[in-house]
């Protein structure tokens, strides 16, 4: 029995003694975003950056997501969990968030030895979708974005006052839709979906605000909520499916619009995951 028990826990240690490599972060120490990157054992991965949104820390870093970034990483991408506001050594607020701060991040990651730095694809829900399809419409090395109940236009940032833009650009903060006048009841009630439909009538603002997502370089995978709570994702991701419709964009574009509220599309992420293996393949 000893002699049977012995090559069970040896094989018993093996496995946990993976586990652990594989859930191991590397801290990479960037300045103003928290950048954990999990590799696997091959080389040349591709790198796919997972961002959070408006609840802010580094949700890809979480227990919730460990599943899907281990087998993300099973599958032979590199994994970059990134926090951009509201963790360690990060902006407390969302509020004027560099999008060079990030890509720095992001450029840092790609020059671990294991990662291949020409292949890089995002995916972010919510506000970290917008900036997803911010970061892709203006740097081209970015091959591939994923955008989950993301915005067609950039909006305020996330403070008291509502009179800034959530995101910035080269020192410059970026155009956003304001809270106008006729949001401001909505807000009050807490009713976010209508005061954003209300913010949305300032089509001058929205001009000004667009994301260039026809600019993207890659493929585009756009998931909404049908029945979504928070903002009209499935409208907004309609006008940007339009965008690049119009703009004869030659690289694949999607639009999954999920049945259900804001939360949704996280429970289909295995679709999500299909159109990471046929249009960003990791070999």
Known sequence: MRQLLLPVAFFLFLLLSAASVLSA???????????????????QQPLLVGLG???????????????????????????????????????????RISL???????KAATRHPQVNGRKIALIGGS????????????????RCVVSIVGSHVAFPGHTSHFTTSAW???????????????????????????????????????????????????????????QDEVCPSTLMAEHMLDQLQRRNSRYPQQH??????????????PAIIRFLHTNFPAR
Do not use: C
Request: charged fraction near 15%; hydrophobic fraction near 45%; avoid cysteine.
């Open 168 to 226: 910035s650009y080269k020192g410059q903060q970026l155009p956003f839709v304001p809270v106008n006048e006729a949001a401001v009841p909505f807000l009050l009630q807490g009713n976010l979906r209508a005061a954003f439909a209300a913010m949305l009538t300032d089509t001058a603002a929205v001009r000004q605000a667009l994301i260039p997502v026809a600019k993207i370089r890659g493929a585009v995978l756009l998931v909404s909520a049908t």
């Open 25 to 43: 972060p590397i801290d990479l120490k960037t300045p103003g975003v928290q950048s954990l990157l999990y590799v696997g054992a091959g080389r």
């Open 256 to 269: 999954l619009a999920i049945e259900g509220g804001h939360a949704a599309p996280l429970k289909h992420f």
């Open 53 to 95: 949104g408006s609840e802010g820390g580094n949700a890809w870093a979480s227990s919730r997501w460990q599943p899907t970034r281990e087998q993300l990483v099973a599958d032979g991408y590199a994994f970059l969990a990134l926090g951009y506001f509201k963790a360690d050594g990060t902006p407390p607020l969302l509020d």
């Open 127 to 142: 506000r970290g979708a917008d900036l997803a399809l911010l970061l892709a419409s203006r740097y081209p090395d970015i």
């Open 100 to 106: 060079d701060t990030v890509y720095a991040a992001i």
